[in-house]
């Protein structure tokens, strides 16, 4: 393939990127239990200058407990399935994280959560009195993006910008079944 049709792919890919990373307002969350059992929820979300994600999150959720138990989870951004080309396919990313608490008397708790005011509204001033709502930074280590069929770029770096095309676990990318003649 030349050069030039790869260096396009990839700002192309960069510009979804971005796309995605800009018009979020919540992340889809995996993690588990201190016994390993997978929990998937959600919550709404902002991104600091650094590229970390904060989720502003209830003791009444499983996953307020396992992010500060575990210390860990995956994210994912994902393409809304009304406005996707290809359901198959929807632009997306993921993220493997470190889950920090952030404390209330710490300086990174009032910006972020003037943060979270400016993006949501009103609601994050009653919710910030909540004693049982905790503010907890995701910080991705290392992450997947996919903008298509075979499309899949791996995200690294210390603000996850940097992209690299994967082929898959084969290294192969997609592949037609190979078909046996009987």
């Not at 493997?96 to 979270?116: G, K, L, M, N, P």
């Not at 909540?130 to 075979?150: Q, S, T, Y």
């Amino acid at each position: 393939m030349n050069t030039e049709v790869v260096d396009m792919a990839f700002r192309d890919a960069h510009t979804e990127y971005t796309a995605l990373l800009a018009a979020f307002q919540s992340i889809q969350i995996g993690s588990v239990d201190v016994e390993g059992h997978p929990d998937v929820s959600y919550a709404p979300s902002v991104l600091d200058d650094s590229g970390n994600f904060y989720v502003f999150v209830s003791e009444l959720s499983k996953h307020t407990e396992n992010l500060l138990k575990q210390g860990r989870a995956s994210v994912m951004l994902i393409e809304d399935e009304g406005v996707a080309a290809q359901i198959f396919a929807r632009k997306r990313v993921t993220f493997e994280c470190e889950a920090q608490s952030v404390a209330r008397e710490h300086a990174d708790w009032t910006d972020t959560i003037e943060r979270f005011g400016e993006k949501f509204g009103r609601v994050v001033d009653h919710l910030k009195k909540m004693d049982d709502f905790h503010l907890i930074r995701l910080h991705p280590k290392a992450g997947r993006l996919v903008v298509g069929f075979g499309k899949a770029y791996d995200v690294s770096g210390e603000r996850m910008e940097q992209l690299a095309h994967v082929g898959g676990f084969t290294e192969q990318g997609h592949r037609p079944v190979a078909h046996k003649n009987s």
